[in-house]
Each structure stands twice: as structure tokens, then as C-alpha cells.
């Protein structure tokens, strides 16, 4: 098939290619024949080899077996493995034909392998991490948890401190540096220091806490009473604010002994634990005995208002009662189930270790994050018979845990791909009809170390979509950079971003409104009704919101949405449980929340069915739905369809975390401006239009001296003295009515450097200029050639450009001049001034017979 004689281009091309890796041996050698004397019996079998060069049964053409008994096989003796000199070269084969192709690069996968362990993460520097492995079951609990009764005797102890009571637990802030500086693996290289700062260390009423693991962030613990402990959270790191999560261990305590704890510096003015939400116990000796794991507990729950503050904003407190199940046991409390990075990690081994799936899920990285932790992106889809088939395909993007506390979202994002990659006809369909793009997690490094909002930038990554900042904000940025490519290439259907909520109850979703087509009005609303119609009992479609607010143009959902994407969600699933049907008043178990990415594949069947019959009566059925609303929010009937357009005017704000404070540009950026330079204020139009508006009211004159070589006076080296004055926009106007055009002075040294800071158009006026005063003593003859000191120029507007550009020839008005000063000693005939030109080369004209003052010509040519 290849040899030297082929005159098909594409053959000579992969012939030299094959020759280049060595695949041929011998004069007139065939890659066929040198793949069949592989499979002669008598040869080493070389596994490299048989990895490279693979291909299905009965592929050898008939033709080319007639070609080679015609030629003599050439006497091959040869290891295979010293046959290919490379391990990048794959060979597919099209109708006999083999296609070479390169081997995808082994380092874009980076899934670490089953004896890899979790320590291989990259933390900040300055992190103390314990050298254990944190892992919990899975279970979900026989029926659902009810939420928590209230007595109207709860307690609500105020903040102790340490003055007043027993620190038991207290490690550094792990913010030695107001910025993020640098990762290493495992953290901190030194000695782990004893969290342990009690005193009465080996009293045996003392719990031992711990939370410098992955994803923990208790930052202290004070002992109040004899089994009441007072609580502190960390902080997002580089942050002072973003305390709702909470998740650390627990040890060396009794049971039948009701302990209190108390989170003593939330910052939220409400949460879910007044509407009944219960806080989170595993037991790792339950789980070992009885395979129990996560499941509600608490007693005596309330959140309310501590009278503390921090920085003038106002704390908040949780407190609730607990008896722990077993005496000396190991446990976890906890805000919400945990989804560790380590867990996604040993999730994604499953999937690449299964070659059923791998088959039609590819895992890369996207990029890495700002310590170096690897963002996987998934893709997902059947195998397609060519080309064309493979490009019609539509493409779905999801995403998840861009807010590292909401973990609930990676559990909606493991029962999707659960479903996605299983083997029901709904997952084939799906995979044969859709590309699908995943992210499982957009912030790893905020999930590492125990954030509950922000990346290590400081910052709310939901709220830099639209970032140029690549380097500050990889993970958005490379997120926002793979759909626009997408996009380029074929249309996508849904973008939905997995998120918590610690507000409401239910699992709802946000959207974004159409307005400009009329024809598409509601069409944003359908996917989201179709899901609760499949989710009765935890989907809400009446907590759904589609207002596109400023303040959230940075969120994924806004910048997807502009960037093309019509069906672009947020859905939220909260931190409580549901109040419908039969699931009212109880809490979500994670095998709920995985039901949810159950629900969205089968929602997006019904979305895309090519029968539109569910479509239009959900159209329908909005038309019904937000009429009434409107008729109940508005007082007043609405008989066509017109004001439908502007229902999400009357929605309420989607607001269920405010991050405003968390936006802006990354803290090491600003570190290095603030120390460089001084930190430039930006003035608002009514600070510059006062400020103009006073500079007109001024009238006294600027002063500034320069020193002209080649004056023909007998006094060289003379001083010029200029009096500059900025008129005002109502100067200008006042001088149009006047018929006076403002003029332009160009003034310079011999350096060849304009008086102007930059080349752009300027408008002055030059008043009272005088050569020559008295009172100023006469220099020595030592010449120095200085340049104008650049003026403080008042840009024009655009009608006073047009104006001045399109004024030609230009009338020239007289100014006062010093009647003393001999003024054709500065003349040149001949010449035209120039930009960078010196007094001397200036041509000038006269004004009026008997005044002495020139000026240039040529009023349009740019500074």
C-alpha cells in the first residue's frame, strides 16, 4: 500500500512520516507487511507494540494480500519493540487503510491512580494539614428526617470569649500574608504545632477538636461550661467575612451527655435553622457497626442575633444541644453533607477504570487553579459513525461548586453523571443525541481548604465570568473560553450551574428573561416547569426567579446567557429539605439531592423531544400562570400577552447571598498596586464637572517660565513668561456667538519634544504673553534648551471637534502684546510650523498692523 512508487500525496506524506519512527525496514517494505510478520507465531510479542498498533479482525484488504504473494516478502528479522521509536503514534484503520493519528497526551488527564493518596493536593503554604485520610460512607437513612420542633425555650447564650472561658482548640489563621503567595503539597512543611492550648490538658471532661483536614475550618474552640463550647469558624481565606459552613471532628467524648455548642461569628441575617434545619453527625463507630452515616441531629436550635460585631457588622450565633452515640468515638459535625476534592477524585478513578464507560466519557483537565489543583472537565457522548453525524450533535453544559460550601451541588452533580453514564435506554439516548461538557468542580482550591464562598483569590469566582484576568481567575476563565468555542462550533441547548441555597427550602432554579424577541417570551420558563412537574415533591417552580439583575452580570447563568446560550440556569438546591407534597417538613437526604441530576436528564428529554406537544401546553399554562400573578401583583386584569415581557420587573430579587464585598480585582493585585504607587481615586462626572465648574470660576492666571535659544535680542537667554487661562465649555460657547475660535499655541525646545503630554487635539488660549520684564534678572550666557511644561489641557467635545476640525481657512483674531518687543526678530520665512519645531522655525503672521504677536497658521494639526 505504501511504497515508493505511490504517487498519491497523501501516501508519500505518511511514508516519510513512518520512515521517520523507523516502521520500515528493507527495501520496498510495506507497513502492512510489517504488520503482518507481527503477528507471525515465532516473534517476541512486544506489549508497546501491540498498544500502538491495534486493529480489528478481517481489516486486511484482499487486494493487498494478492499485491504482497506477487512480491517477494523481504526477509524481516527484527524486535518489535526497536521497530517503533515512539509512543505517540496510533493507527486506526478505514476500510483496510490504516489512518495514523497521535496518542492524546497523558499528562491531560492527571487522575491520580487507586494508591495515590489525598495528600497529593495542593494547599496554601501556610496551611497545617494533618496527615489523615478523612473519608465517610454513603448511606441515606430508611425515612425521611423531620425537621426540627421548636419549644420557645430555647437558650440563646451570649459570646464568652477567652478572657472567660478555656481554650481548647485554637490554630493559626493560615493567613500570614493578606494574599494568596504560594501552594505546596500537603501545606505547611513544618512541624504540625498542638492545637491544644488548654491548660488542663489531660482533664477528661475535655473534647479534643480537629479541623485541618480537607474541607474543615473550625478555627477555635473555648470551653464555657462543663460541656458547653463556644466556637469560632475561619474565615474564607484572605477574607474577614463568608462564615456558614462548618465542618470538624470530634473526639474523647461520653455518651448520655448532652453537650451545647455554639458557632459564635456567622454573618447572615437569617438561615434555614429557624425554619427547622438541623445540623450533621457521623459517627465513624456507627458507621463501622451499624453502616450509618450522615444523619440529622440536635436539640434545642437557635439562630439568632449575638449583639457582637466584627469590623461594624453584626454576628449572629447557632447554638444546639447533642449526646454523641458511643464513649471515646471519632465524629464529624457538619453544615452540609461534605464533598471533598479527594472524593471527586476517587469518583473519577471509578469512571476511567471502568472501560464501559471510558468508552464514552473522556476526562481531562481544563486547567489548573490558582495553587495548581487540577479543574476536570468531562465530556460525554456516543461514539459517532462520522463526521457529519458527530457535528450535528447539540452540546449541554453543567457545571457545579464554583461556591465551594455548597456541596449539596456535587451531589445533584454525582446523580447526574449516575445517570448519564448508566445503561438505560434514557442514558443512551441522551449520549447519542447530546455532547455533553461537565465541570464537577470550579473552585477545588476553596474546597480544599474549607471555604464556604471564594477561591484563593479572595474573591466570589461566580462573579468574575466575565474576568480578562486568566492568571488571577483560571477557572471561569477557561470555563467562559471552552463554551465560547463550543459555541463556534454548534448550538447548546442548557447550561445549568449546581448551587446551595441557605435561605429556602426546595430545589428551585434562576433564569434569565428574554425580552428582545416576542416570539420566545416564556420559552425561558418551560425547562424549568417541565421540572417541577417531574419533581413534585422537592422541585418548586413558584420560588423560580428570572430577573437579570446588575449586580449578578458576572454570574455564570448572565455571561452564558449573552454569550448565546437561550436556556441558561442556576439551580438551587437547598441546605434544608422540602415543604411539598408528600416531602413536606423534611430534610434532604443525599440520595435526594442525587435524584435531582436524575430529574434534569430526564427533563431535557422531555425539553428536546422532537413532539413539541409538552411544550406548548406548558406555554400554555405560563400564559395562565403568570397572568394571574400579574392580575394579584398589579390590581388589574391583563388581556394580551403584550405585558408579559416585563414580568420579571415584578419578580423579586434572585439575591440568596450577597458577595458585592467579595468583587473586584484579585488581593495579591491590589497588594502590588498599593505598594508600588499611590491608589489612584476615580472621580465620579458630577466630581469632574464640579471641579471644572471651579476652575472656571478661578480667573487668576497660571504662571510658567521656559528658557528660547537663538533669541535675536541682545539679551540672550531671556525668560518667557506666559499667563495661561482655561476657558470653561460656556467660554467656548460664549466665544462661538462672538464668531472667536479658540486657537492652538505649539510651543517647544529644540529637543524636539511637543509641549503636550500625548498626541491628541488640545484647545488653549494664550493671554497677555510678554518676552522681556525688568524685574526679572538677566541670566548668564549659558543657554539651556528646556521644554513647556506640559499644561493642564480641557479636552473639547465632540460638536466643538467638528466644529474646529472643519473650520478652514481659520479667521485670526488680535491678542494684547507687549508693543516694546521687536517680534520679527522670531521669524523665518518660509517655514511652516511643526509639531516638535522651536520657537525660531515657528512662521507667523500678524494679527493687526502695529501688534507684534504671531501665531501658527495651521489651527487642525494634531499635538
Known amino acids: 500500500m505504501f511504497n515508493k512508487t505511490s504517487r498519491d500525496p497523501y501516501e508519500k506524506f505518511i511514508l516519510q512520516h513512518l520512515r521517520h519512527y523507523g516502521l520500515f525496514q528493507g527495501r520496498g517494505t510495506s507497513f502492512l507487511q510489517l504488520l503482518s510478520a507481527s503477528r507471525e507465531p515465532g516473534l517476541r510479542h512486544d506489549p508497546v507494540l501491540s498498544d500502538i498498533i491495534s486493529s480489528p479482525a478481517g481489516t486486511e484488504d484482499t487486494n493487498m494480500e494478492e499485491e504482497e504473494e506477487e512480491e517477494e516478502p523481504p526477509s524481516v528479522s527484527f524486535h518489535l519493540g526497536k521497530v517503533i521509536r515512539t509512543r505517540q503514534l496510533l493507527f486506526d484503520f478505514d476500510g483496510g487503510r490504516p489512518v495514523p493519528r497521535l496518542r492524546e497526551p497523558l499528562n491531560l488527564f492527571s487522575i491520580p ?22 473519608q465517610h460512607i454513603e448511606w441515606d437513612p430508611p425515612e425521611p428526617e423531620p425537621f426540627n420542633q421548636f419549644t420557645g425555650q430555647e437558650r440563646t447564650p451570649m459570646p464568652v470569649g477567652d478572657e472567660k472561658g478555656n481554650v481548647v482548640f485554637c490554630i493559626d489563621p493560615a493567613t500570614k500574608m493578606t494574599y494568596f503567595s504560594d501552594s505546596r503539597v500537603g501545606g505547611s512543611r513544618g512541624p504540625i504545632k498542638n492545637a491544644r492550648a488548654c491548660a488542663n490538658r489531660e482533664d477528661e471532661t475535655l473534647l479534643v477538636f480537629e479541623s485541618r483536614f480537607e474541607s474543615g475550618n473550625l478555627q477555635k474552640a473555648v470551653q464555657v461550661g462543663l460541656y458547653d463550647y463556644e466556637l469560632t469558624l475561619r474565615c474564607d481565606l484572605y477574607t474577614n467575612k463568608h462564615t456558614q459552613w462548618f465542618y470538624f471532628q470530634v473526639r474523647r467524648m461520653k455518651s448520655g451527655v448532652t453537650y451545647r455548642f455554639t458557632i459564635a461569628n456567622l454573618m447572615k441575617a437569617s438561615s434555614l435553622y429557624s425554619a427547622g434545619m438541623r445540623p450533621l453527625l457521623y459517627s465513624e463507630r456507627a458507621a463501622r457497626l451499624k453502616g450509618k452515616g450522615w444523619h440529622r441531629a440536635g436539640t434545642n436550635i437557635r439562630y439568632y442575633r449575638n449583639y457582637c460585631e466584627q469590623e461594624g457588622k453584626a454576628l449572629y450565633s447557632l447554638t444546639w444541644t447533642l449526646q454523641f452515640p458511643y464513649d471515646d468515638d471519632t465524629c464529624y459535625l457538619a453544615h452540609c453533607y461534605p464533598y471533598t476534592y479527594s472524593q471527586l477524585q476517587r469518583y473519577l478513578r471509578g469512571v476511567v477504570s471502568d472501560p464501559a464507560k471510558a468508552s464514552y466519557c473522556k476526562i481531562r483537565v481544563l486547567c489548573r487553579s490558582l495553587a495548581g489543583n487540577s479543574v476536570y472537565v468531562l465530556t460525554v457522548t456516543a461514539p459517532s459513525n462520522s463526521w457529519q453525524e458527530s457535528r450535528s450533535k447539540r452540546a449541554v453544559v453543567v457545571t457545579a461548586r464554583v461556591h465551594p460550601g455548597e456541596t449539596n451541588g456535587s451531589w445533584m452533580m454525582q446523580g447526574f453523571l449516575d445517570f448519564l453514564l448508566g445503561d438505560s435506554p434514557d442514558a443512551r439516548l441522551l449520549r447519542e443525541t447530546f455532547i455533553f461538557k461537565v465541570v464537577p468542580m470550579l473552585n477545588p482550591d476553596g474546597v480544599v481548604v474549607g471555604n464556604y464562598r471564594c477561591s484563593l ?11 480578562l484576568l486568566r492568571e488571577a481567575f483560571p477557572c471561569v476563565w477557561y470555563t467562559r473560553n471552552m463554551v465560547k468555542r463550543l459555541l463556534d462550533e454548534r448550538e447548546v441547548v442548557l447550561y445549568c450551574d449546581f448551587h446551595g441555597h441557605s435561605r429556602k427550602n426546595n430545589v428551585f432554579m434562576y433564569g434569565c428573561d428574554t425580552r428582545d424577541d416576542v416570539s420566545l417570551r416564556l420559552h425561558e420558563r418551560v425547562f424549568p416547569l417541565m421540572m417541577s412537574k417531574n419533581a413534585t415533591d422537592q422541585f418548586s417552580f413558584r420560588s423560580c426567579k428570572f430577573k437579570v439583575q446588575k449586580s ?10 449573552k454569550l448565546g446560550i437561550r436556556n441558561s440556569y442556576t439551580m438551587e438546591s437547598t441546605f434544608g429539605g422540602s415543604t411539598l407534597g408528600n416531602r413536606k417538613g423534611t430534610h434532604f437526604s443525599t440520595r435526594d ?49 403584550g405585558y408579559l415581557g416585563n414580568l420579571s420587573d415584578i419578580e423579586s430579587s434572585t439575591s440568596g447571598s450577597n458577595s458585592t464585598e467579595s468583587d473586584g480585582l484579585p488581593l495579591h493585585f491590589m497588594n502590588c498596586s498599593d505598594q508600588g504607587r499611590k491608589k489612584k481615586v476615580l472621580r465620579t ?7 471644572r465648574k471651579g476652575a472656571a470660576q478661578n480667573t487668576r492666571p497660571k504662571v510658567f517660565y521656559t528658557n528660547f535659544e537663538h533669541l535675536q535680542d541682545p539679551t540672550d537667554g531671556d525668560m518667557l513668561k506666559m499667563r495661561h487661562h482655561e476657558k470653561t465649555t460656556s467660554d467656548v460657547k460664549e466665544n462661538k456667538k462672538r464668531q472667536k475660535v479658540p486657537f492652538v499655541v505649539r510651543l517647544s525646545s529644540q529637543t524636539g519634544r511637543s509641549g503636550a503630554p500625548h498626541p491628541i487635539a488640545c484647545i488653549d488660549i494664550i493671554d497677555h504673553v510678554t518676552l522681556w520684564e525688568d524685574k526679572i534678572k538677566k541670566r548668564q550666557t549659558q543657554h539651556h534648551a528646556l521644554s513647556v511644561p506640559p499644561v493642564q489641557y480641557r479636552y473639547p467635545s465632540v460638536a466643538t471637534l467638528r466644529d474646529w476640525t472643519q473650520t478652514t481657512p481659520v479667521q485670526l483674531y488680535p491678542m494684547p502684546f507687549n508693543p516694546d518687543i521687536k517680534t520679527q526678530a522670531c521669524i523665518k520665512d518660509g517655514q511652516t510650523p511643526q509639531v516638535g519645531s522651536s520657537v525660531d522655525d515657528i512662521k507667523l503672521f500678524p494679527l493687526m498692523e502695529g501688534d507684534g504677536l504671531w501665531i501658527s497658521e495651521d489651527l487642525t494639526q494634531e499635538v
Not at 483569590?457 to 474576568?467: A, F, K, Q, V
Not at 425539553?607 to 403568570?626: I, N, S, V, W
Not at 462626572?685 to 471641579?691: G, P, S, V
Request: charged share 35%; hydrophobic share 25%; glycine share 6%.
Open 552 to 561: 449578578k452580570e458576572g454570574t455564570g447563568r448572565i455571561v452564558m446567557w
Open 685 to 691: 462626572r458630577k466630581e469632574r464637572n464640579r471641579l
Open 457 to 467: 483569590s479572595g474573591r466570589d469566582l461566580n462573579r468574575n465570568y466575565r474576568t
Open 593 to 641: 439531592l442525587k435524584r435531582m441530576g436524575y430529574y434534569l436528564c430526564e427533563t431535557l428529554l422531555d425539553f428536546c423531544d422532537p413532539d413539541q406537544t409538552k411544550t406548548e401546553h406548558c406555554l400554555a399554562e405560563l400564559r395562565a400562570l403568570l397572568k394571574q400573578d400579574v392580575r394579584q401583583k398589579l390590581g388589574r386584569e391583563v388581556d394580551s400577552d
Open 113 to 134: 491512580s487507586s494508591s495515590c493518596s489525598p495528600h497529593g493536593i495542593r494547599w496554601p503554604i501556610e496551611c497545617d494539614v494533618i496527615k489523615e485520610d478523612v
